[in-house]
């Protein structure tokens, strides 16, 4: 079983960039969107069948597609940018059907792709990146589009570590630990503080010693 990972935030709020000291010949990026990377993307490329078949970035917003490419892929590391898209660009492109049974396909596909995320390799590790939302209540979540699709599925339910970014003055952090009116939650141990660097490569580090994965050191 996989280790998955829920990175929430805002837009501008650090989310991508902490990829930045990830290794790139360990890590495969799937853009829902495609976007240039916010830091200098050495050792970073896009895959492409007829020009670069060794490229370690992917464009996708297909659940299937995505999957796929999880399972087939034998770099340890998977990053999912914006996955809000997924929801939202399936959303937009069956905006034209009348009913509801489209909330609950979209939920349905959501729910695959965060089963596949979680099915992998034990030593596999994946980042899910994601926009928050606030209800009416104040409390900030991922955000998914409307009230139809949260009363079907509730996607921080499926992930033991969500960490939402942080930005005070100019510094970026992670935070760890539940607010009262977040879905932030880490495992008891995994980490000492609140507050962590946004570094996704620390987080990585952490918790693959937490987890003690053999054939992988800080």
Same mark, same amino acid.
């Given at each position: 079983?996989?280790?998955?990972?829920?990175?929430?935030?805002?837009?501008?709020?650090?989310?991508?960039?902490?990829?930045?000291?990830?290794?790139?010949?360990?890590?495969?990026?799937?853009?829902?969107?495609?976007?240039?990377?916010?830091?200098?993307?050495?050792?970073?490329?896009?895959?492409?069948?007829?020009?670069?078949?060794?490229?370690?970035?992917?464009?996708?917003?297909?659940?299937?597609?995505?999957?796929?490419?999880?399972?087939?892929?034998?770099?340890?590391?998977?990053?999912?940018?914006?996955?809000?898209?997924?929801?939202?660009?399936?959303?937009?492109?069956?905006?034209?059907?009348?009913?509801?049974?489209?909330?609950?396909?979209?939920?349905?596909?959501?729910?695959?792709?965060?089963?596949?995320?979680?099915?992998?390799?034990?030593?596999?590790?994946?980042?899910?990146?994601?926009?928050?939302?606030?209800?009416?209540?104040? #409390?900030?979540?991922?955000? &998914?589009?409307?009230?139809?699709? *949260?009363?079907?599925?509730? %996607?921080? +339910? =499926? !992930?033991?570590?969500?960490?939402?970014?942080?930005?005070?003055?100019? #510094?970026?952090?992670?935070? &760890?630990?539940?607010?009262?009116? *977040?879905?932030?939650?880490? %495992?008891? +141990? =995994? !980490?000492?503080?609140?507050?962590?660097?946004?570094?996704?490569?620390?987080?990585?580090?952490?918790?693959?010693?937490?987890?003690?994965?053999?054939?992988?050191?800080?």
């Amino acid at each position: 079983m996989s280790i998955s990972t829920v990175i929430l935030g805002e837009s501008g709020s650090g989310k991508t960039a902490s990829l930045r000291n990830l290794n790139p010949a360990d890590t495969l990026l799937i853009q829902v969107v495609k976007k240039p990377l916010p830091f200098r993307a050495k050792g970073w490329s896009y895959f492409n069948t007829e020009s670069n078949k060794t490229g370690n970035i992917f464009v996708s917003d297909d659940w299937i597609v995505m999957s796929a490419i999880m399972r087939k892929t034998k770099r340890k590391v998977i990053i999912i940018d914006d996955f809000q898209y997924v929801l939202a660009n399936e959303f937009m492109r069956r905006s034209d059907e009348r009913g509801y049974d489209k909330f609950t396909e979209i939920a349905k596909h959501a729910w695959e792709l965060f089963n596949a995320a979680n099915t992998l390799a034990d030593d596999v590790r994946v980042y899910l990146l994601s926009h928050t939302q606030t209800n009416d209540q104040g #409390d900030i979540k991922l955000k &998914t589009i409307g009230k139809m699709l *949260d009363e079907k599925i509730t %996607p921080e +339910g =499926l !992930f033991t570590i969500v960490l939402r970014t942080i930005v005070t003055d100019k #510094d970026y952090f992670f935070s &760890t630990r539940n607010n009262g009116h *977040d879905t932030v939650k880490s %495992p008891i +141990g =995994l !980490f000492d503080s609140e507050r962590v660097p946004n570094d996704l490569s620390v987080i990585d580090a952490r918790i693959s010693q937490y987890y003690e994965l053999t054939g992988v050191t800080e």
